[in-house]
Structure formats: C-alpha cells, structure tokens
C-alpha cells in the first residue's frame, strides 16, 4: 500500500509554525515510506471553501513558505473550491442512501434551540426536528440545509496512532450540516469527500481537530468508504505553557526567512516539537526521513522556545558549507551596500566566513560580520575603530606598509612569522598591532585573526586599505 498523506491549510493567512510542524510530519511520514520502497506521496490542499476569507496573497504564502522549508509536494495543489460539484454528488448520494435529510430551519428557530438548551443546563445541539418529518411539511420558498443522519445509538471509535484508542457516545453528536442553504458544501464534508478522492490513507494534523475525526468517522461510514488511519498531534505552546501567539514566536516562516534563520535549522527544530529519537538534537533531513514515526510522537503539548531555536540555527550557521552560506548571504550584502559588492566578494567569503559563521546566530549577523569582506576600499571606519586611529597607531602603520610591500608570498603563515619579527623587533605587544591594523582593514573593532583577514582580502586590497587610512 502507497502512503499518501495531505497537508491541507486554509488560505486566510501565513504559514505560521504549527502549520509548518503539520507540514512537516506529513512530508517525512510520506517520505520514510518512500525511501524504503514502499510508495509513499505528500499531496497539498488548500481548503479555500471560505471565499470571504481566502486570498491570493495568503496561497502564495503557502507555496512559498513550503518550498523554502523544502517540503515540495507531489503532484498538482488540489483546490477544494473546484470540487464543489464532487461534493454534491457526495451531498446526493447521502440522500439518496438515507444517511442525510432536507433541514427546514430557519435561524431564528436554532437560535431558539441554542437558548433553551442552555437554559436546561443541556448541550446546545440540533434536536433532529426535521430529522423524520415529512419533507411534505416544508415551508414555501425556504432554502434547506442538508444534514447527516447521525448515528444516536452507540459509540464511535477511532484507534488514533498518537493519542491511543478513543470514543464517543454517539447520543452527544448532533446531526451536523453538510450543505449550507446557500448552496456550499461545508468543511466537514469536503474534507471527506476529497480525502477519499485523494486516496488519503493517513491523516496527521493538530489534535484540535480530534472532535472532527468522530463526526468524519461517521461520514465516512454512512458514504460506505474506507477511514484513513488518524495521528493527531499535540498543538504547540508557549515556553511559559501558555497559548501560543505572536508575541511569543507564532510567526509566519517567511518572518523566520527574514530573520536570517535556516530552513532546515527550522525543521529540525519543529520536528523535535513532539517528536523525539533519543537525546539526538541536530538531525539532519535524511535522518529524519529514516527516524521518523507516528508511535514516536508524542501525547503532551510541545513548547516554542525561540532561544533553543536560535541556538540551532546558530548550529547549524557554524557547520555550513562556506560557499552556501556565502550565497544566502549575498542579497543582504547587496542591499546593504547598495550594489556597491566587490567583484572579488564571492571569493573572499568562500573563504573568509570559514571563522566568522562560528561567531553568528542568523545569515543577518553572517552578512553584519563580513561585509568588510564584500567591499573594496575605501571602507567606512566606524567610531570605535576610529578612536584607535591615533598618530602613533597609524605612524606605526606606515613604517608596516612599508614591510608588507616588500612580501611576494602574501600567505597567512607568512604574515604570522613578518608580524612576530616585527613586534620582537619593536618590543612591543601583538594588540598594539593587531588591533590598529583592524581597524583599518575591516572599519571595526571585531574580526577574525589579523593575519586571517590579510590574506582573506589579498596583498593588493590590503595595501590599498592602509594607505587610505595612514593619509588622513
């Protein structure tokens, strides 16, 4: 059997991280068994039946939040509004069976079953009334819902591979709505309609929707068709336990994106909310892939902790190839420097970011951090750097560009050895070097090893940064 599981978002916003987590354990479970030969496919659905509240700009962030985080999708998006007609053959064949009926209700006549309900101290729930009648007793010109025929005897089980075996008395499940008087299939109903067209077999998404599988256990049934096996996952919380929101890290992954976080320093962080493989904390993509499973998931709520996030997407900056990061890093460079990129940038940070990643968190601090190697001079001195720039420091780096031109071999080691002899020679302390010579190269009091950058940034660019400093 080809395990085929669905991530089916509603398109009124961004793809926030619970979404992204839901995204993600469809992918691998999929994924697992497709890389043990055993067929597996990741579709994606947009629920967009709410037209009032479903927009283009929140589709788009969808696909793009997905493909950023790498979690591509097999097949064509299926679009749930284009399967209304689907879903009225589904409405008819309920009819049909006997298993949905014609409701006459007017709102005011719920309302008044909602009051009285609570006035009894009872669940506020539909009491059947046109359940049996006689379709003959319908009032002119009103427009009917279409209501399942509920089972009221019983339980409804369903066996979830996360939260166990659980029931409910069918005698607490009212005859829900399929189909609006307007004419549109409701949420209940089309996702089961498309499930079963989309040959589902495992449903796994946030265990807010628990009380959705009974109701969808029943439809299923009553359309004769089979019942996809159900995970439902515990919802992420807050770090203090509390609902999470925006202020505590519920953003949008493109908010993530912008902030210079990694995609996969983003999944591997979702994907240990709720999901654990001993005390493994970075695991890479392929190992999720092979890890992965519903019986390891767990029953408690997950908590968002943006620290624990940024210390493995520092993890993950500090272990990057060189050459990638430098390209992710290249469109902040460009606009910060406003196009003003060296043409020798790339070749420098290849080589360069090889020390610098092991001091940033995010691409943000990558980028802040070597942009003195994406310039040509001359660079910009910031004010700290500026302070060491005193008549003696930069006297002392006149007579240095005077031994730095006389070196043929501008190699690291051999900077190293020049400078030694120049400090014994001077007797004088490395930092009174050191620290003059980078705040010329770099503008900044900060950076790598000096001889690091001197041979990161070539003899030529090296040269001509001192002299644009030693002739103020």
Same mark, same amino acid.
């Given at each position: 059997?080809?395990?085929?599981?669905? %991530?089916?978002?509603?398109?009124? &916003? %961004?793809?926030?991280?619970?979404?992204?987590?839901?995204?993600? #354990?469809?992918?691998l479970f999929a994924n697992h068994h497709k890389a043990y030969g055993e067929g597996g496919e990741f579709l994606l659905r947009i629920e967009d039946t709410d037209r009032n509240r479903s927009t283009k700009k929140a589709v788009d962030a969808i696909f793009d939040g997905l493909s950023w985080l790498g979690l591509n999708w097999d097949h064509d998006v299926i679009f749930q509004v284009s399967r209304v007609d689907r879903h009225l053959e589904a409405i008819e064949q309920l009819l049909t069976s006997g298993h949905a009926y014609r409701c /006459?209700?007017?709102?005011?006549?719920?309302?008044?079953?909602?009051?009285?309900?609570?006035?009894? &101290?009872?669940?506020?729930? /539909?009491? &059947?009334?046109?359940?049996?009648?006689?379709?003959?007793?319908?009032?002119?010109? $009103?427009?009917?819902?279409?209501? @399942?025929?509920?089972?009221?005897?019983?339980?409804?089980?369903?066996?979830?591979?996360?939260?166990?075996?659980?029931?409910?008395?069918?005698?607490? @499940?009212?005859?829900?709505?399929? !189909?609006r008087s307007d004419g549109t299939p409701t949420y209940m109903l089309a996702v089961v309609v498309d499930d079963h067209d989309m040959a589902v077999t495992h449903v796994i998404r946030g265990d807010d929707h628990l009380t959705n599988a009974f109701r969808q256990t029943q439809l299923f049934e009553a359309l004769?068709?089979?019942?996809? $096996? %159900?995970?439902?996952?515990? !919802?992420?919380?807050?770090?203090?336990?509390?609902?999470?929101?925006?202020?505590?890290?519920? @953003?949008?992954?493109?908010? /993530?994106?912008?902030? &210079? #976080?990694?995609?996969?320093?983003?999944?591997? /962080?979702?994907?240990?909310l709720g999901w654990s493989h001993g005390d493994d904390e970075i695991i890479s993509r392929d190992q999720a892939i092979e890890w992965f499973s519903l019986n390891t998931i767990n029953k408690s709520a997950a908590r968002f902790d943006v620290e624990k996030l940024t210390s493995i997407n520092s993890e993950y900056i500090q272990s990057g190839d060189t050459e990638i990061l430098a390209k992710l890093i290249m469109p902040l460079l460009q606009t910060s420097l406003k196009g003003r990129v060296s043409e020798y940038a790339t070749e420098r940070l290849n080589t360069g970011l090889a020390s610098i990643k092991y001091r940033s968190k995010n691409l943000i601090e990558l980028a802040e951090k070597s942009v003195f190697y994406a310039k040509n001079s001359p660079i910009d001195v910031d004010d700290k750097a500026r302070k060491i720039l005193t008549e003696d420091t930069l006297s002392r780096l006149r007579d240095i560009l005077k031994g730095f031109a006389d070196i043929t071999d501008w190699q690291k080691d051999i900077l190293d050895c020049w400078l030694n002899t120049y400090i014994e020679n001077a007797d004088i302390k490395m930092g009174e070097v050191a620290q003059p010579l980078r705040a010329a190269l770099t503008g900044t009091t900060a950076s790598p090893g000096i001889t690091e950058v001197l041979s990161v940034l070539g003899k030529h660019e090296s040269i001509r940064r001192l002299e644009d400093v030693t002739r103020v």
């Amino acid at each position: 059997m080809t395990v085929i599981t669905r %991530f089916a978002p509603s398109p009124t &916003g %961004f793809l926030h991280v619970g979404g992204a987590r839901t995204a993600l #354990f469809n992918w691998l479970f999929a994924n697992h068994h497709k890389a043990y030969g055993e067929g597996g496919e990741f579709l994606l659905r947009i629920e967009d039946t709410d037209r009032n509240r479903s927009t283009k700009k929140a589709v788009d962030a969808i696909f793009d939040g997905l493909s950023w985080l790498g979690l591509n999708w097999d097949h064509d998006v299926i679009f749930q509004v284009s399967r209304v007609d689907r879903h009225l053959e589904a409405i008819e064949q309920l009819l049909t069976s006997g298993h949905a009926y014609r409701c /006459y209700c007017s709102p005011e006549e719920l309302a008044e079953m909602r009051e009285q309900a609570r006035a009894q &101290g009872l669940p506020m729930m /539909y009491n &059947g009334k046109w359940r049996d009648r006689d379709p003959a007793d319908a009032p002119a010109g $009103v427009a009917p819902t279409i209501r @399942l025929r509920s089972s009221k005897e019983g339980i409804t089980k369903i066996t979830d591979h996360v939260q166990g075996e659980i029931s409910v008395k069918n005698e607490t @499940l009212d005859d829900m709505i399929l !189909l609006r008087s307007d004419g549109t299939p409701t949420y209940m109903l089309a996702v089961v309609v498309d499930d079963h067209d989309m040959a589902v077999t495992h449903v796994i998404r946030g265990d807010d929707h628990l009380t959705n599988a009974f109701r969808q256990t029943q439809l299923f049934e009553a359309l004769g068709w089979n019942i996809p $096996v %159900f995970a439902h996952i515990p !919802l992420i919380h807050a770090a203090d336990g509390s609902k999470l929101s925006k202020r505590h890290g519920a @953003l949008g992954v493109e908010a /993530y994106r912008d902030m &210079g #976080f990694l995609p996969d320093a983003i999944c591997n /962080y979702l994907l240990r909310l709720g999901w654990s493989h001993g005390d493994d904390e970075i695991i890479s993509r392929d190992q999720a892939i092979e890890w992965f499973s519903l019986n390891t998931i767990n029953k408690s709520a997950a908590r968002f902790d943006v620290e624990k996030l940024t210390s493995i997407n520092s993890e993950y900056i500090q272990s990057g190839d060189t050459e990638i990061l430098a390209k992710l890093i290249m469109p902040l460079l460009q606009t910060s420097l406003k196009g003003r990129v060296s043409e020798y940038a790339t070749e420098r940070l290849n080589t360069g970011l090889a020390s610098i990643k092991y001091r940033s968190k995010n691409l943000i601090e990558l980028a802040e951090k070597s942009v003195f190697y994406a310039k040509n001079s001359p660079i910009d001195v910031d004010d700290k750097a500026r302070k060491i720039l005193t008549e003696d420091t930069l006297s002392r780096l006149r007579d240095i560009l005077k031994g730095f031109a006389d070196i043929t071999d501008w190699q690291k080691d051999i900077l190293d050895c020049w400078l030694n002899t120049y400090i014994e020679n001077a007797d004088i302390k490395m930092g009174e070097v050191a620290q003059p010579l980078r705040a010329a190269l770099t503008g900044t009091t900060a950076s790598p090893g000096i001889t690091e950058v001197l041979s990161v940034l070539g003899k030529h660019e090296s040269i001509r940064r001192l002299e644009d400093v030693t002739r103020v």
